[in-house]
């Protein structure tokens, strides 16, 4: 099993419809959950932290399931300017602050006009 | 806003040649990381550095590969004798304890 999986896409959106992206992680010792979003031969920055509640920031809210290893993003009111690839992203499991990350391949988002 | 820098944009290197990619990190961070990823391919985790040491690496991060801070602000990768596999874009990453971890603009290696 693939350590994140996420559904590579592409998702082909109007602009101001509600997009969803899911993903699973296979590390049970994941304590740390991110959405970060890559723009095409760019660094990867960070969207959002993911909490158990949940949480939202603006038209971003993300959700996570512990017991089902899943973590969820949506996107309300979609702009021209949310397209970019969305990748979920877990902790590797270790203590201590210097613990690396574990990223997925990424979602593909293509906001149109 | 402070950010992580990295030189040079794009190296250019034959097989077998050695290669220094460079980092200076956020001047108020303690962990340091790099990371790479293969175009088309996911980001993948290569090591971790705290305290002037290595903290967790990958099996990608094999004797081919070195990190170093050799100073207060830099923090360089270096890989000994490049293959073409390893041809992708580095990205330096650091954070404080526990904290968001902010990528640099990355390297682009090409090996020929």
């Known amino acids: 099993r693939k350590e994140v999986e996420q559904d590579p896409g592409p998702f082909n959106v109007p602009e101001g419809a509600t997009v969803a992206f899911n993903c699973t992680y296979s590390?049970?010792?994941?304590?740390?959950f991110f959405w970060y979003r890559q723009d095409c031969r760019k660094e990867p920055k960070l969207l959002m932290s993911v909490y158990s509640s949940g949480n939202e920031d603006g038209r971003f809210t993300a959700q996570l399931n512990r017991a089902s290893q899943y973590i969820s993003l949506l996107i309300r009111d979609s702009k021209l300017s949310d397209s970019a690839t969305y990748l979920c992203?877990?902790?590797?499991?270790?203590?201590?602050?210097?613990?690396?990350?574990?990223f997925g391949k990424g979602t593909h988002l293509i906001i149109q006009p | 806003e402070p950010e992580v820098t990295q030189t040079p944009s794009h190296q250019v290197t034959q097989m077998g040649q050695e290669v220094i990619l460079r980092c200076v990190p956020i001047?108020?961070?303690?962990?340091f990381y790099w990371y790479r990823q293969i175009l088309g391919q996911k980001v993948e985790f290569l090591v971790s550095?705290?305290?002037?040491?290595?903290?967790?690496k990958s099996e990608i991060f094999d004797d081919q590969f070195s990190v170093e801070r050799p100073d207060g602000s830099n923090f360089t990768l270096k890989i000994r004798s490049t293959k073409l596999e390893d041809s992708a874009m580095y990205f330096c990453?650091?954070?404080?304890?526990?904290?968001?971890?902010?990528f640099g603009p990355g390297t682009r290696l090409t090996v020929t």
């Open positions: 001047s108020n961070h303690l962990y």
């Open positions: 992203v877990v902790n590797r499991g270790l203590r201590g602050g210097a613990d690396g990350l574990t």
């Open positions: 550095f705290y305290n002037n040491e290595i903290s967790e």
């Open positions: 590390n049970s010792a994941s304590q740390s």
């Open positions: 990453a650091s954070s404080e304890f526990f904290g968001t971890k902010y």
